[in-house]
């Protein structure tokens, strides 16, 4: 009965942070509640700390894992960005090469452009080159025509002109010009 | 990562409020190695032992809680508890008092899972009745509130209304803050206050029904 006139809420708070004070009664019966065990090591601490270890186990094989399926990713990622890449590839070389009665036009009237120029140029040499030159003149004729229409081409033009373009390229045109 | 967030927060609020270690944490240290958030710090990262003594220190406590919210299985219900915070421990951030209030939280869902699952109330595991008679024998010239045992002094609190013996339990017995408390039960710090305070007031009326002062 006298207890509760010592019950203010300021003593409370602090009897509920675990200090000793507050009516004698209740500050026992807190101090009980709280008390430290008396029993041993608990049942459930062997599965406590079982668990604790598979889950240590458990992230380092995950962590190991890790590695190999990044690996993986990668290689997937790398896989894909080549047959993109590859696709790509292929859809221009394919656009180029299945389009030649729609797409040759154009490009001939571009080559045909810059060979109006060329083409007069041209035309004497070739009208020189079916007739005469077709053994003989091979490393001369790269350099002169070659570069005009697609300069930056030069490196690609060259290894495969060189043999082929040159030979079939210049009876071909070479024949309606002559 | 549900709890990660949670933490954050309850560490904070706890900063915020105490920054004090609750007493029984302090006594229970042993050493200076023993400083809760290097023992925590160290269970995070592997320690094996670290863990087991903070299971050691904490466990108990926990058990008392669950006990008021779900009675006899509360053996259960705290092992399984215990089996998340082992499970997840290295991925909790924050410092010793985040830690506290993150396995109450592990317990409390637990133990609420629980009694969805059985579709039963939290009961009192002790009868009331027998509350003053749970006195070891040598205590011939005490009163027997004077040698409460802890679990009568828990079956006492159990009986208060539901909300105020969980905030009783966990501020005193668990060792939190009352901004905690409020993090974990979903209230506001103020009401949390207000059923505490209330509780106790409670308290001490059930102790003097017992035993009335002379």
Known sequence: ?178 | MPFRGKCRIIARVSHAEELHPPPWLAADRTGAEHEPDALLRAAREGDEDAFRTLYRQIHPRLLRYVRTLVGDDAEDVTSEAWLHIARDIAIFEGDINGFRGWTATIARHRALDHLRHRKRRPVAHTPVDELPEQTAPEDTETTALNSLSTEAALALIARLPHDQAEIIILRVVVGLDAKTVAKIIGKRPGAVRTAAHRGLRRLEHLINDLEPPR
């Open chain 1, 1 to 178: 009965m006298n207890d509760d006139s010592g019950l203010d809420p300021d003593t409370a708070e602090r009897m509920l942070r675990g200090e000793p004070t507050g009516p004698p009664r209740l500050a026992r019966l807190l101090t009980a509640a709280s008390a430290p065990p008396q029993t041993g090591p608990a049942e459930g601490e062997r599965a406590a700390l079982a668990a604790y270890r598979a889950a240590r186990l458990g992230r380092r094989a995950r962590r190991g894992r890790r590695i190999p399926a990044l690996l993986s990713l990668k290689a997937i990622l790398i896989g894909l960005a080549l047959l993109l890449t590859g696709g790509v590839a292929v859809a221009a070389t394919a656009h180029h090469l299945a389009a030649p009665p729609r797409d040759r036009r154009p490009h001939r009237t571009r080559t045909a452009d810059t060979s109006t120029t060329s083409l007069t140029r041209d035309t004497p040499r070739r009208s020189v080159h079916p007739t005469a030159r077709r053994p003989a003149p091979r490393p001369a004729h790269p350099a002169p025509p070659r570069p005009r229409p697609t300069p930056h081409q030069k490196n690609k033009t060259h290894p495969i002109n060189t043999p082929k373009g040159k030979a079939k390229g210049n009876p071909h045109k070479g024949a309606p010009g002559a």
